[in-house]
C-alpha cells in the first residue's frame, strides 16, 4: 500500500513540475537569444530580427506574445530600439522582473545582470571568464536607447551587412576591460570591429541581441 501512495505521489509532482514550467515560461517578456542569425549583424534587418525573437520565443513556450528585437536603426525613418519594446514590466525566463517600465530599464532601477539577462532557455549568456565569451550584444543603440544621428555606422547598415560597417554592443554581463560606465553598460559598452560573424567573435560575441515582448 505505501509502495502505491509513494507512486501516485511522486507521480503527481512530476505533473505539477511539467505544469508549472510552462506558466512560467509563459511570463517571460525578456530575453537575450540563445543564438544569433549566423551571418554576423545581418539579421535582415529589423524585420528579420524581430522574426528570430518571435521564433526563439515559440520555441520556449512563449510564442503567445509578440515580441521585438532591442535594435535602434539610422538614417531616413530612424527607429530608437526603446520605442519599440512596449512600456513593460518585463520578466526574464524565470519570472523575475528585470525593469518596470521604459525609463527603469534605461536607469539605475534595472535588474540586469549576468544572473538576470537569460536566453529564452533560461540560461545566462556566457560572459567574461567563460569559454567562448559572448557577452556583446547587438543593439546600435546608445545607453538611453536612442539611435546615433552622426554619420558613422553602428547598426551594420541597419542590421543587413555581414562585411563592411559596424554595430554599437551592450555586455550582457555588466563586465568589460575596466571598471567604467561604458564596459557595464548592457546596451552601449563599444562598437564591434566589423559585422561578420569572425569580427564579432573577435572581441566576444555571437551575433546575439535581446528580445523584448510589446504586450
Same mark, same amino acid.
Given at each position: $500500500?505505501?509502495?502505491?501512495?509513494?507512486?501516485?505521489?511522486?507521480?503527481?509532482?512530476?505533473?505539477?513540475?511539467?505544469?508549472?514550467?510552462?506558466?512560467?515560461?509563459?511570463? $517571460?517578456?525578456?530575453?537575450?537569444?540563445?543564438?544569433? !542569425?549566423? $551571418?554576423?549583424?545581418?539579421?535582415?534587418?529589423?524585420?528579420? %530580427?524581430?522574426?528570430? @525573437?518571435? *521564433?526563439?520565443? $515559440?520555441?520556449?513556450?512563449?510564442?503567445?506574445? *509578440?515580441?521585438?528585437?532591442?535594435?535602434? *536603426?539610422?538614417?531616413?525613418?530612424?527607429?530608437? %530600439? +526603446?520605442?519599440?519594446?512596449?512600456?513593460?514590466?518585463?520578466?526574464?525566463?524565470?519570472?523575475?522582473?528585470?525593469?518596470?517600465?521604459?525609463?527603469?530599464?534605461?536607469? %539605475?532601477?534595472?535588474?540586469?545582470?549576468?544572473?538576470?539577462?537569460?536566453?529564452?532557455?533560461?540560461?545566462?549568456?556566457?560572459?567574461?571568464?567563460d569559454t567562448p565569451n559572448e557577452h556583446d550584444t547587438l543593439t546600435g543603440s546608445q545607453m538611453n536607447g536612442t539611435a546615433y544621428t552622426d554619420n558613422m555606422d553602428h547598426t551594420c547598415n541597419n542590421w543587413t551587412s555581414s562585411s563592411t560597417g559596424s554595430a554599437?554592443?551592450?555586455?550582457?554581463? +555588466?563586465?568589460?576591460? !575596466?571598471?567604467?560606465?561604458?564596459?557595464?553598460?548592457?546596451?552601449?559598452?563599444?562598437?564591434?570591429?566589423? @559585422?561578420?560573424?569572425?569580427?564579432? %567573435?573577435?572581441?566576444?560575441?555571437?551575433?546575439?541581441?535581446? @528580445?523584448?515582448? *510589446?504586450?
Open positions: $500500500m505505501r509502495t502505491v501512495q509513494s507512486l501516485v505521489g511522486a507521480f503527481v509532482v512530476s505533473l505539477l513540475a511539467v505544469s508549472a514550467a510552462p506558466a512560467q515560461q509563459n511570463q $517571460m517578456s525578456f530575453f537575450a537569444t540563445s543564438v544569433g !542569425s549566423g $551571418m554576423g549583424a545581418n539579421l535582415g534587418g529589423l524585420a528579420g %530580427a524581430d522574426k528570430h @525573437c518571435q *521564433t526563439l520565443a $515559440m520555441a520556449a513556450g512563449a510564442g503567445n506574445r *509578440t515580441w521585438r528585437a532591442y535594435l535602434s *536603426t539610422q538614417g531616413a525613418g530612424a527607429v530608437n %530600439a +526603446r520605442d519599440r519594446i512596449g512600456k513593460g514590466p518585463w520578466r526574464n525566463a524565470k519570472g523575475v522582473v528585470i525593469a518596470q517600465s521604459v525609463d527603469d530599464l534605461h536607469g %539605475a532601477k534595472a535588474n540586469l545582470a549576468k544572473e538576470t539577462i537569460l536566453t529564452e532557455k533560461g540560461q545566462p549568456v556566457k560572459g567574461r571568464g554599437q554592443l551592450g555586455h550582457s554581463d +555588466r563586465m568589460g576591460l !575596466s571598471d567604467t560606465v561604458e564596459a557595464r553598460s548592457w546596451n552601449s559598452s563599444h562598437p564591434s570591429k566589423g @559585422c561578420s560573424q569572425q569580427n564579432l %567573435a573577435s572581441t566576444g560575441g555571437a551575433g546575439l541581441f535581446y @528580445c523584448f515582448a *510589446t504586450n
